[in-house]
């Protein structure tokens, strides 16, 4: 069975700009979660989307947003970039909600300058 | 403030020797995962530990889940240079996963 995916690997980015990023989750999993890792905050979680519908949400302001088709694939969308966001962008999925076993894709390194 | 404290935060070790690493937490979880992840990758899942008390082992990697189900460690015997990694300990409540800061283990050869 086929991992999650995520996409890009890599991205560089403006202050100001937007960026989207991709996930593809394992085959029958309904849930995927977004993760933030940074060397000074360790992995923070932004949200979880179960069956389309975000469902849990981490303290993150609203410039970062999500959400996710029919098909569980998930997109992570960051507006207005600030060189904070600079991070490892995790995606992974799970079969239940909340708090289940996680499977994640390799990440999307964000950097902006 | 993380929800879950981490220790030692980095441990660097000769081949052959064992380690412990420790996950505190002042708040109740009903289950706890352990996770590795090496550079460049995402993490890796390794154990999932449910019931107060309860003693896992996989290999030379024994967890141990807290009788009250707030804290819980990961011991590796006779440690090797593959197992060189972030540990990440992270608890499950109702609506989510907090993770730990992390152990950073170096197993030098």
């Known amino acids: 069975k086929a991992g999650v995916t995520q996409t890009p690997r890599y991205l560089i980015k403006t202050r100001g700009q937007q960026v989207t990023l991709s996930c593809s989750p394992i085959s029958g999993h309904r849930s995927v979660s977004w993760y933030q890792q940074t060397p000074g905050q360790g992995l923070q979680f932004l949200f979880e989307y179960f069956s389309e519908t975000q469902r849990n949400k981490g303290n993150f302001p609203g410039r970062f947003s999500g959400r996710q088709f029919s098909n569980s694939r998930s997109e992570m969308n960051v507006s207005t970039l600030e060189l904070g966001d600079s991070a490892l962008y995790l995606c992974?999925?799970?079969?239940?909600?909340?708090?289940?076993?996680?499977?994640f894709g390799p990440g999307t390194r964000l950097t902006v300058t | 403030t993380q929800l879950l404290e981490q220790s030692p935060q980095f441990l660097s070790i000769q081949e052959g020797e064992n380690l412990t690493v420790y996950c505190n937490s002042s708040?109740?979880?009903?289950?706890l995962q352990w996770y590795r992840q090496e550079p460049g990758e995402g993490p890796v899942l390794l154990v999932t530990?449910?019931?107060?008390?309860e003693v896992k082992k996989l290999k030379r990697l024994t967890f141990q889940f807290g009788d009250a189900r707030k804290d819980s460690s990961l011991h590796i015997t006779a440690a090797q240079t593959g197992d060189t990694g972030l540990y990440l300990c992270?608890?499950?409540?109702?609506?989510?996963?907090?993770f730990g800061a992390g152990t950073t283990v170096t197993v030098r050869a």
């Open positions: 992270a608890g499950a409540d109702d609506y989510k996963l907090s």
């Open positions: 708040s109740v979880f009903s289950s």
């Open positions: 992974a999925s799970s079969v239940v909600l909340a708090g289940g076993e996680q499977y």
């Open positions: 530990v449910v019931t107060g008390g």
